[in-house]
C-alpha cells in the first residue's frame, strides 16, 4: 500500500518555464514533508522541506506547497534549467520520534534547452 | 567537509552469499539510515543506527542486519542473498534522528545478485 504518490513518472519542460511536480499522501500523521532531487550515479541531494505548520516554503526557484485537506505536496521550480533534469523524489516523515522517511516513486523530469 | 561515503560503489554476489556494505556519515554526525532502491522505486527505510543501537526498523526481513561503530560509521550486511536483493542500497545520515532532521544521502552501493 503506497502511502507516498507520485503519479507523473515522467515530465517535460521548457528551458525558462515553470515545473510542477506533484505528490499525493494518505497518512494525515506525516508531518513534514521534503524533496530530493537524485542524478544518476548518485545518491538523493536534499532540495527543500515544508513543517506541516506552513503551507508554503521557498528557497530561490524553488517552492514548495502543502495542501494539508488534499493531502498534496508540489514543487515548483521557476524558471527551469537544463541542469535540472533529473529524478525527484517526495518523502514525508511520520509524527514519530525520528526522521525516517517514507519516498515516492519519483518523478523524472527533463527540461529541454 | 566529507559527505557521506559509501563502499562498494558496485558488488555482484551470487544467490546464498553473504554481503557487508559500509558507510562513513557526514562530519559531526551520529545517526545512520540504511534505504533500498529497487529500480523504478523510491528509496525504502531498512533500519536506523544512533549510539550503535538499532533505533527503528523497516519491513525486512532478519537477513538485514547492521551495526554502528563509536565513530557512527555503520555496515549493513544481508545473509542468504537472494535475486531480489538486486538493488542500490542507499545511507544516509543526520544530526541526531529528530523528525525535522535533514538526512544526507551517499552515492549507493549498487548490488547485483545472480
Known amino acids: 500500500d503506497q502511502q507516498v504518490k507520485q503519479n507523473s513518472p515522467s515530465l517535460s519542460v521548457q528551458e525558462g518555464r515553470i515545473s510542477i511536480l506533484n505528490c499525493d499522501y494518505t497518512?494525515?500523521?506525516?508531518?513534514?514533508f521534503l524533496w530530493y532531487k537524485k542524478y544518476p550515479a548518485e545518491g538523493p541531494t536534499f532540495l527543500i522541506s515544508i513543517s506541516s505548520i506552513k503551507d508554503k516554503n521557498e528557497d530561490g526557484r524553488f517552492t514548495v506547497f502543502l495542501n494539508k485537506s488534499a493531502k498534496h505536496l508540489s514543487l515548483h521550480i521557476v524558471p527551469s534549467q537544463p541542469g535540472d533534469s533529473a529524478v525527484y523524489f517526495c518523502a514525508v516523515v511520520y509524527g514519530g520520534a525520528t526522521n525516517k522517511l517514507i519516498f515516492g516513486t519519483g518523478t523524472l523530469l527533463a527540461v529541454q534547452p | 567537509d566529507a559527505g557521506v561515503t559509501q563502499s562498494p560503489t558496485h558488488l555482484i554476489k551470487t544467490r546464498g552469499q553473504q554481503v557487508t556494505l559500509r558507510c562513513s556519515p557526514k562530519?559531526?554526525?551520529?545517526?545512520v539510515s540504511w534505504y533500498q532502491q529497487a529500480l523504478g522505486q523510491g528509496p525504502q527505510f531498512i533500519f536506523q543506527y544512533y549510539e550503535e543501537e538499532e533505533r527503528q526498523r523497516g519491513n525486512f526481513p532478519d537477513r538485514f542486519s547492521g551495526h554502528q561503530f563509536p565513530n557512527y560509521s555503520s555496515e549493513l550486511n544481508v545473509n542468504a542473498l537472494w535475486l531480489g536483493d538486486s538493488a542500490l542500497y542507499l545511507c544516509?545520515?543526520?544530526?541526531?534522528?529528530?523528525?525535522?532532521?535533514?538526512?544526507?544521502f551517499g552515492p549507493g552501493t549498487r548490488l547485483l545478485v545472480l
Open positions: 562530519s559531526g554526525h551520529d545517526t
Open positions: 497518512n494525515s500523521m506525516f508531518d513534514y
Open positions: 544516509a545520515s543526520s544530526l541526531i534522528a529528530g523528525v525535522q532532521e535533514t538526512q544526507y
